[in-house]
C-alpha cells in the first residue's frame, strides 16, 4: 500500500509499475559490478555536490543507469529520466526507479510520438543540468525550448555522435550552454565504446538470431573505438572479419591488426553478418543490399538509425518478421535480407546494452562531470569541454583498486630522469 501510494506521488509514465520487483532485483545484480560508481555514492550522499539542481536525464534506460540516477539523488539533484532510444528502454528497471521515487518517461518500443512526449516531459522539470546520450535534450532546448535557457548551467554528453552534434553546434555558434564530454574521457570510450559494444553487439546478434558465428564472413563497417571492440570480438568467435572504412589511418591500423579491408561494395557480395558502427548515415544502402548474399544479415550499433537504409527496403522489398528483432527482407531478385532490431543499436535493442563493469566508469564519469559543472558554472562559457585528466585518471585508479590490480610508481631515480633531457646514450 505504502509503495502505491509512493508510485502515484512520482510522475511518471513508465510500461507497468507491477515489474518494480524484477527491476530491483536486476539492478542488485548489475551493482555489484560497479565498485567506482558505489564508492562516488558515497561521498556524494555525505556531501551533496548536487543540492537543489534540477537535472534532465536522456540516457538508455538501463541497470547501470538507474545506479547512476541513484548517486546523482544521492547527491541531492532532482532528477526526470526519459529514454535515449525508442527500443532501449528496459520497462522493470523503468518501473524499480519510478517506485524509488524518481520520474522516469520511457517505454520499450514507444513510438516517435511517445519517444518525443517524454522528452517533453523531461524538459518541463526545466533543468539545470541535462545529461545526454546522443545529444537530444540540447538540441531540443536550443531549437524549441529557448525559454529554458535561464535556467541550465551546463550538461554532459555521454556518446560520439552526441558530441558530433555539439561540435556542430558549437561550430554554428548555436551551441547556448557549456557542455562536457563524457565520451571523450579515455576511461569511457577505451573501455564501453571498445569493450562494451564489442561484447553487447555480439550478444544483440547471438540472441537475435542464435546463429553461429564461428566459420562465417562478419562485415563491420567503421574500424573506430566500437568497431575494434566488435571485430576482435567477432574474431574471437571465430568469425573472418572484414573491415570497411574511409579514414585511411584506421583502415591502415585494421590491416596491420590482422583483418581484410576492402570497399564496402567489394564486402556486400561476401558477407554473412554486417554490423555499422560508423556513427555516419546510409552506410548500407541499396547498392549494397543488391548485391548481397540470400539470408544475409545487417545488424547496426552506432547511436541512431540511419546507418542502414530501411527506407529503401521498406519500399522495394517484401518484409516479414520471421522472429522477435529479425524482419526479413525478400527483393524482387528473391534475395532475402535480415534485419535485425529495425536498425536501431542492437546491443541495445536485442541485448542488455553494456556489460555493468565498463559502464561503471562511464556513469562515475558522468556523476564527476556533473559535480566539475556545479563547481565550475562561473568559468565555463558556451563551449565543448573535455573531462578534465584528473577525473579520468582518479576513475582509473579506483577501478584498479576494485580490481585488486596494483601498479608500480616511478622511483625518484627515473622521476628524475624523465624529467631531464642531458643522458642520452
Ligand atoms: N551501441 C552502443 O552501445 C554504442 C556505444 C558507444 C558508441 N556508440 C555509437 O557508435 C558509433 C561509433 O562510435 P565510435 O566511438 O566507434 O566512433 P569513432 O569516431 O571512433 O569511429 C567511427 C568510425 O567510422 C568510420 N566511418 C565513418 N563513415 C564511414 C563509412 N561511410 N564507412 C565506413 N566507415 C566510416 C570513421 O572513419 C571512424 O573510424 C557512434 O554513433 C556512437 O555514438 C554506440
Known sequence: ?????????????????????????????????????????????????????????????????????????????????CASNPLSTQDDVAAALVDSGISVYAIKGEDRETYFKHIKAALDHAPNLTMDDGCDLVSSIVSDRRELLKNVIGGTEE???????????????????????????????????????????????????????????FVVLGYGWCGRGLAMRANGMGADVVITEIDPLKALEATMDGYRVMPSLEAAKIGDFFCTVTGNTSVLAMEHFEKMKD??????????????????????????????????????????IAVLGEGRLINLASAEGHPSSVMDMSFANQALSAEFVVKNSKKLEKKVYPVPEDIDKEIARLKLKAMGVKIDKLTPTQEKYLASWHEGT
Request: charged share 25%; with cysteine; hydrophobic share 40%.
Open 159 to 217: 556518446t560520439t555522435t552526441g558530441v558530433q552534434r555539439l561540435r556542430a553546434m558549437e561550430q554554428t555558434g548555436d551551441l547556448a550552454f557549456p557542455v562536457i564530454s563524457v565520451n571523450d574521457a579515455l576511461t569511457k570510450h577505451m573501455f564501453d565504446n571498445r569493450y562494451g559494444t564489442g561484447q553487447s553487439t555480439i550478444d544483440g546478434i547471438v540472441r537475435a538470431t542464435n546463429r553461429l558465428l564461428a566459420g562465417s564472413v
Open 295 to 336: 539470408g544475409a544479415i545487417v545488424a547496426n550499433s552506432g547511436h541512431f538509425n540511419v546507418e542502414v537504409d530501411i527506407g529503401w527496403l521498406e519500399k522495394n522489398a517484401k518484409k516479414r518478421t520471421v522472429r522477435e528483432f529479425v524482419d526479413e527482407y525478400t527483393l524482387k531478385s528473391g534475395a532475402r
Open 1 to 81: 500500500m505504502a509503495v502505491a501510494k509512493k508510485q502515484m506521488k512520482t510522475p511518471h509514465h513508465v510500461k507497468d509499475l507491477n515489474l518494480a520487483p524484477k527491476g530491483h532485483g536486476r539492478i542488485e545484480w548489475a551493482g555489484r559490478s560497479m565498485p567506482v560508481l558505489a564508492e562516488i555514492r558515497e561521498r556524494f550522499s555525505k556531501e551533496k555536490p548536487l543540492k537543489g539542481l534540477r537535472i534532465s536525464a536522456c540516457l538508455h534506460v538501463t541497470t547501470e543507469t538507474a545506479h547512476l540516477m541513484q548517486t546523482l539523488h544521492a547527491g541531492g539533484g532532482e532528477l526526470v529520466l
